[in-house]
């Protein structure tokens, strides 16, 4: 794990990657792995491991053994199925998502370079010609 937030990385498929987005839905993976496919890098997907199960908290014991004995309490209904989600990291260790953007770095699939709206899928076309700072 990096010291920081700006540089993750992690071992995904038993390849140490710089992690680009986690909890990704699989739309999402594949505009990412399209668009970093195009700039030449080399995309790692792995599926997002499951969370770790909550223990119920104790059931507290009775006040009074003698007297009667309470009945237990309903079984909890199983958490709801959560969505498929993925990891996308790249093999280059180096990459950082925020440095890519904010450095023009990433070019769309016509010449564009890659605006945060973009990036987020706001906006379907890179309009590079308005700097982040002054859009509304």
Same mark, same amino acid.
């Given at each position: 794990?990096?010291?920081n937030q700006n540089h993750l990385f992690e071992e995904l498929n038993g390849? $140490?990657?710089g992690?680009?987005? $986690?909890?990704?839905?699989?739309?999402?993976v594949?505009?990412?792995k399209e668009l970093l496919t195009l700039n030449s890098y080399s995309v790692v997907v792995a599926p997002t491991p499951p969370p770790k199960p909550v223990s119920p908290p104790p059931v507290p014991a009775p006040a009074s053994v003698d007297g009667p004995q309470a009945a237990p309490p309903p079984p909890t209904p199983p958490p709801p199925a959560l969505p498929e989600t993925f990891t996308v990291g790249v093999t280059d260790i180096t990459f950082n998502p925020i440095n890519a953007i904010f450095g023009r770095l990433l070019r769309t699939r016509d010449?564009?370079?890659?605006?945060?709206?973009?990036?987020q899928q706001k906006d379907r076309i890179a309009n590079d010609d308005i700097p982040y700072f002054n859009t509304k």
């Open positions: 794990m990096a010291i390849i $140490k990657c992690i680009v987005e $986690k909890m990704v839905r699989p739309d999402r594949e505009f990412l010449g564009h370079v890659v605006t945060l709206a973009y990036w």
